[in-house]
């Protein structure tokens, strides 16, 4: 096993150690910064989709089906991404993996800038999806293992996810109405190459211990059980498996909102070009609550506020489903982005609560890149149900799924249990 990242928990942060200089604090600060832009690209990239379905729909000559396929081959490049990422983790670490992520993003949106046919342009779907896996599986595992404001962090790097994702319909719902449509992915390329740049200059490859380290933590001695194999030790922790399918019902139910309601507000709404917008709002409101629910968070107690986030999108969800509003309908979306936002972030605290510390890195990265699969499953079925029955299918599905991510919750263990 390569530099252990696996293995990389935190016995001391910055603020305990008191051996830790100005310099390694400066350093620890621009790493999460960087963490961020990489998580500003995944919402970029997941804000994209919902403004450019339609005119996909209308260059390709595709339905709700077939245009679905983008979901589908994103899917198969998030799982093969979040099973590779323990293999590539061990075998290589933390930087070379996480770069080898931000390549595959590179590569996919170049080939989609050109407009190629439909069976290529879905392809580099695939190739973006294991990108992203890989690079949420690092970022996520990265800033969990930290000691000091982990929680907060978690807060701040999914906050820059719904930044990426609030900013990208603006400028996609222009590209949208423009003859080289397929010119937006030429900005996505743009912040795809500045990421591997940032990626290469701030963690040079090394891996994750050593990242630490350098920044000022004390990296702990290894334990004979924690030697074991990180693929094994994962796959047989059922708490793991609760929250991976929590996460993917989550972030399904977060792209599904945020890439179908455009198409929602202008079949069922009447909504003009500039509905793509809406979409924004859903982002801009993720984006809020991330930061802004802190402290309810902790007021309340995260597990608790849970289910008391999902009860009030869920009664959203019914309003902008009986009520034809246009403006009313795009409000309540913006609210449901404020409440949905805390969700993935108190997850993934969740996890660093109850996972032993020695399978910490490898489980987040396991429940990052499957959940992103869900940024494909649901978007897909939306897209069959509405070829079927139409959009207004929409609310419904999301009122059942939210529902179901309640009853997931209550599963997930509630005690800390860390056997280091």
């Known amino acids: ?37 990489t998580l500003f690209l995944a919402g970029w990239n997941d804000g994209t989709t919902g403004p450019l379905l339609p005119r996909i729909q209308e260059v390709y000559h595709v339905n709700f089906t077939i245009v679905s396929l983008i979901f589908v081959f994103a899917c198969v490049g998030f799982i093969v991404g979040a099973l590779a990422n323990m293999y590539l983790t061990d075998k290589f670490g933390f930087g070379k993996t996480l770069v080898l992520g931000s390549l595959c993003q590179v590569i996919a949106y170049s080939i989609q800038c050109s407009a190629p046919p439909f069976p290529v342009f879905v392809m580099a779907y695939t190739i973006n999806g294991a990108g992203i896996a890989l690079q949420d599986a690092q970022a996520n595992g990265f800033v969990a293992t930290l000691k000091n404001h982990a929680e907060t962090k978690m807060g701040v790097l999914h906050a820059a996810y719904g930044l990426g994702a609030f900013a990208s319909p603006l400028a996609a719902t222009q590209f949208a109405q423009l003859p080289r449509w397929s010119f937006h992915f030429l900005a996505s390329l743009g912040i795809a190459v500045s990421n591997t740049i940032v990626l290469v200059s701030i963690f040079k490859l090394k891996t994750q211990d050593d990242c630490l380290e350098q920044a000022g933590e004390v990296i702990p001695e290894k334990t004979a059980e924690s030697q074991g194999g990180t693929f094994k030790q994962v796959t047989r922790t059922r708490a793991v498996h609760l929250l991976a399918i929590f996460i993917l019902i989550y972030v399904g139910v977060e792209v599904t909102v945020g890439g179908w309601i455009v198409t929602f507000i202008i079949d069922v709404r009447g909504g003009g070009p500039s509905s793509g917008y809406i979409s924004s709002g859903f982002f ?137």
Do not use: H
């Not at 603020?15 to 960087?34: D, I, K, M």
């Not at 079927?388 to 997931?408: D, E």
């Open 1 to 37: 096993m390569e530099g252990g990242d696996s293995l990389s928990y935190r016995a001391n942060g910055n603020a305990s150690n008191p051996g830790v200089t100005r310099q390694q604090r400066n350093l620890a600060r621009v790493q999460f910064v960087a963490l961020c832009w």
């Open 284 to 420: 801009g409101g993720l984006t809020v609550g991330r930061v802004a629910l802190l402290w309810v968070n902790k007021k309340v107690g995260e597990r608790r506020v849970l289910f008391i986030y999902a009860a009030l999108s869920i009664a959203l969800e019914i309003v902008i489903w009986f009520v034809p509003s246009l403006i009313g309908n795009a409000v309540a979306v913006s609210i449901v982005g404020v409440l949905l936002g805390p969700m993935y972030p108190i997850a993934m605290n969740q996890a660093s609560r109850i996972l032993p510390r020695w399978i910490l890195t490898g489980s987040i990265g396991w429940i990052a890149g499957f959940g992103q699969a869900g940024s494909a499953v649901l978007p897909f079925m939306t897209g069959v149900i509405a070829q079927k029955r139409g959009i207004k299918s929409l609310q419904p599905l999301l009122v059942s799924m939210m529902a179901f991510m309640m009853f997931l919750w209550a599963l997930v263990p509630k005690a800390p249990r860390r056997p280091d």
